[in-house]
């Protein structure tokens, strides 16, 4: 899907805060949570994520519908 993109939210003392939105655009990005910002997941791949996590699909259904989704992933970026 081109152009979907995946940001993820950080407070400015350099934590995540769990929260991730899928989006097409950077402009529907929704603001973030007080003292955070939203940056780019650069190693982001969609194929790769679906395969790894099937359940994505409605996720990003919803983001193709809305323009953005907002989710709570707890778990390690770096991976």
Do not use: C, H
């Not at 939210?9 to 929260?19: H, L």
């Not at 990005?29 to 650069?42: F, I, S």
């Not at 359940?55 to 907002?70: C, I, N, W, Y």
Request: proline residues 6%; aromatic residues 8%; without cysteine.
């Amino acid at each position: 899907m081109p152009g979907l993109r995946r940001y993820v939210e950080w407070t400015n003392r350099g934590r995540r805060t769990d929260r991730v939105v899928y989006v097409l655009k950077e402009w529907d990005l929704p603001k973030p949570l007080p003292g955070a910002e939203w940056q780019l997941d650069t190693k982001f791949n969609l194929a790769n994520e679906l395969l790894r996590d099937p359940e994505l699909k409605s996720v990003l259904k919803a983001a193709l519908e809305k323009g953005s989704e907002v989710v709570i992933q707890k778990r390690r970026w770096d991976e």
